[in-house]
């Protein structure tokens, strides 16, 4: 069972900047891709940014691409994702989430951090 804890919300005006960080307990941190999800009240949860296990290959939601970057660090086994030119549609509770090689979808879920953008 893989635990991720996340860190790092918080509230911002527009255009300032934030990062998420996301510590797994798992030891084979190596061989899980990992990724953040957000959710804003009354929608759905959706896609924000992923980077695989092996070559650590980015991939964004357009909403995102040019103002987010996901990177991970396997000494320490924590995915990071800074935010910024934040924009008061940023506003959800990201969860970063995990999964396993072979995996369709992600299948280990942190309890989530709000983050709050102000305009």
């Known amino acids: 069972q893989v635990q991720l804890v996340e860190s790092g919300g918080g509230s911002r005006e527009a255009g300032g900047s934030l990062t998420l960080a996301c510590a797994a307990s798992e030891r084979t941190f190596s061989l899980l891709t990992m990724g953040w999800f957000r959710q804003a009240p009354g929608k759905e949860r959706e896609f924000v940014a992923a980077?695989?296990?092996?070559?650590?290959?980015?991939r964004y939601a357009d909403s995102v691409k040019g103002r987010f970057t996901i990177a991970r660090n396997s000494a320490k086994s924590t995915v990071t994702l800074r935010m910024n030119s934040l924009k008061p549609e940023d506003t959800a509770v990201y969860y970063c989430?995990?999964?396993?090689?072979?995996?369709?979808?992600?299948?280990?879920w942190g309890q989530g951090t709000q983050v709050t953008v102000s305009s």
């Open positions: 980077i695989s296990r092996a070559v650590h290959e980015p």
């Open positions: 989430a995990a999964k396993r090689a072979g995996a369709e979808a992600f299948e280990y």
